[in-house]
């Protein structure tokens, strides 16, 4: 069964680093974001991205954090100058088209120390 | 807005016991609506989905839930648990075109033998 991959699983640098998180997306799907959930909260939105662009962002993804898509199987997330607050799980997900079922990946924990 | 809001924060349940986690859902169309499920440090896997049709809808390892407009409640239940199922359980919604997926906060499931 196709499925989104993610690296690393596990993260830990230092405040003020930069941090790029991988994700391989189910390979058909148009549509991929990234979510967060901070430990003992709820998941919460970060980013969309379809055709080349950010399609919708929520009000955390500021511009410490951007979004790429570097070749035809890609997809990273950038967090600019890590504070100790972005320590999270990060979730890839994507989909094959807008509205329609969001699969998503093992996660990556980052630790920012 | 859409949101969710999950009111059981934490269910104990014996194995082989019946089990409902409650879901409340508010959007403005009509709702996708998803149950994922996430094992200790993994991700968030896919129970189950509605999006139109049949509201009683069937997912994997034996969980069903129930779409009811009139309560905005998309329940989730199983008729008896195992204690692989101790897990956390997230309610999720969005729409046709919505680019984003709104999570409730969670039920965390405890099984005792």
């Known amino acids: 069964e196709p499925e989104v991959t993610q690296t690393p699983s596990h993260q830990v640098t230092q405040m003020g680093q930069e941090v790029i998180l991988r994700c391989v997306p189910i390979s058909n799907h148009l549509y991929f974001y990234w979510y967060r959930q901070i430990l003992g909260q709820k998941v919460e939105f970060l980013v969309s991205f379809y055709n080349n662009e950010i399609s919708e962002k929520s009000e955390i993804f500021d511009d410490q954090f951007s979004v790429e898509r570097p070749d035809g199987s890609n997809f990273t997330l950038k967090i600019r100058s890590t504070k100790l607050e972005d320590s999270a799980m990060y979730f890839c997900a994507s989909s094959g088209t807008a509205g329609n079922t969001i699969y998503f990946g093992e996660g990556s924990w980052l630790t920012v120390v | 807005a859409q949101s969710v809001t999950q009111p059981d924060i934490h269910i104990t349940v014996s194995e082989g016991a019946s089990l409902e986690l409650r879901c409340n859902y508010s959007?403005?169309?009509?709702?996708?609506l998803f149950w994922y499920v996430q094992s200790p440090g993994q991700g968030l896997q896919l129970l189950l989905k509605y999006f139109s049709g049949d509201t009683l809808v069937q997912g994997i390892k034996g969980f069903e839930a129930e779409f009811k407009r009139s309560q905005s409640s998309f329940n989730l239940r199983k008729p008896s648990v195992h204690w692989s199922d101790a897990a956390e359980y997230f309610c999720a919604v969005g729409g046709v075109a919505d680019y984003k997926l709104s999570f409730g906060a969670g039920t965390t499931v405890t099984v005792r033998a």
């Open positions: 959007y403005g169309a009509t709702p996708y």
